[in-house]
């Protein structure tokens, strides 16, 4: 399993854009990776997770158009990328990777938490005027 860090949190006011990185420790283009956001109250969701090959993305519905996640597989590093945004959006931001165990399966998604079988330590962003 590889190791996964985030970085790029921080403050920012309402309609500002913010970049968030996720670095592997090893090589990142055999995980899926997930962004998953854990507002204060609320159970940690799964807002963007984008396929080991890149294919295919997914976001939840209140982020879409505003958020884009990407990733570098030659530079080991993940991105989810936030315009507009939103109070609402503020949260602890974790990166999870899962695992892909044949080339067969590179342009499938993963949405259940529970399969996601490395994490991040999390990192903030608030987003507040």
């Known amino acids: 399993q590889v190791r996964l860090a985030e970085s790029g949190g921080g403050l920012v006011q309402p309609g500002e854009s913010l970049t968030l990185s996720c670095v592997a420790s090893?090589?990142?283009?055999?995980?899926?990776v997930g962004w998953y956001r854990q507002a204060p109250g609320k159970q940690r969701e799964l807002v963007a997770a984008?396929?080991?090959?890149?294919?295919?993305?997914d976001y939840v519905d209140d982020v879409k158009g505003r958020f884009t996640i990407s990733r570098d597989n030659a530079k080991d590093v993940a991105h989810l990328r936030m315009n507009e945004l939103k109070p609402e959006d503020t949260g602890v931001y974790y990166c999870?990777?899962?695992?892909?165990?044949?080339?067969?399966?590179?342009?499938?998604?993963?949405?259940?938490?529970?399969?996601?079988?490395?994490w991040g330590q999390g990192i903030q962003v608030t987003v507040s005027s």
């Open positions: 090893g090589s990142i283009s055999i995980y899926r």
């Open positions: 984008i396929s080991a090959d890149g294919s295919r993305v």
């Open positions: 999870a990777g899962d695992k892909v165990l044949h080339p067969r399966f590179n342009n499938y998604l993963t949405r259940a938490d529970y399969e996601y079988e490395t």
